[in-house]
C-alpha cells in the first residue's frame, strides 16, 4: 500500500525544536518533488517548504525561511523538516506531499495524514 507517514511532531516550548520525518513506504518517490505544507486551526493549508527530486535545490514560505530546513534521503525513502527557532504561529498540523514543487497543494499528488505540532509561548 502506497503510504506517506509523518512523525516527529510534539510539544515544544518556543525557542525549540522539532525534527518531522516523513517515511515513504509501497512505493519509492526518489524521482519526486516534495514538499511540506500545515494547516493550523481556523486556516488554510499553507506551503511550507519544497524539496526537488534530487534534493539540490530547495524553496520556503517567508514565514520559517531561515529556521526550518527541508532535506530528503532518497535512499531511506525519507523527507524530512527540521524546525528551529519555533514560535507559538508554527502550530499546526504538518502534512508531507509528494508530485510537485509548487506552493499550491492542489498541485500534489499524494499526501500524509499529518502529525501534530505544537509550540507554546
Known amino acids: 500500500q502506497e503510504q506517506l507517514l509523518e512523525s516527529g511532531g510534539g510539544l515544544v516550548q518556543a525557542g525549540g525544536s522539532l525534527r518531522l520525518s516523513c517515511a515513504a513506504t509501497?512505493?519509492?518517490?526518489?524521482?519526486?518533488?516534495m514538499g511540506w505544507f500545515r494547516k493550523a486551526p481556523g486556516k488554510e493549508r499553507e506551503f511550507v517548504a519544497a524539496?526537488?527530486?534530487?534534493?539540490?535545490?530547495?524553496r520556503y514560505a517567508d514565514s520559517v525561511k531561515g529556521r526550518f530546513t527541508i532535506s530528503r534521503d532518497n535512499t531511506e525513502n525519507t523527507l524530512y523538516l527540521q524546525m528551529n527557532s519555533l514560535k507559538p504561529e508554527d502550530t499546526a498540523v504538518y502534512y508531507c506531499?509528494?508530485?510537485?514543487?509548487?506552493?499550491?497543494?492542489?498541485?500534489?499528488?499524494?499526501w500524509g495524514q499529518g502529525t501534530q505540532v505544537t509550540v507554546s509561548s
Open positions: 506531499a509528494a508530485g510537485s514543487y509548487s506552493y499550491n497543494p492542489t498541485n500534489y499528488d499524494y
Open positions: 509501497g512505493r519509492t518517490y526518489s524521482n519526486s518533488p
Open positions: 524539496i526537488t527530486s534530487s534534493g539540490l535545490i530547495t
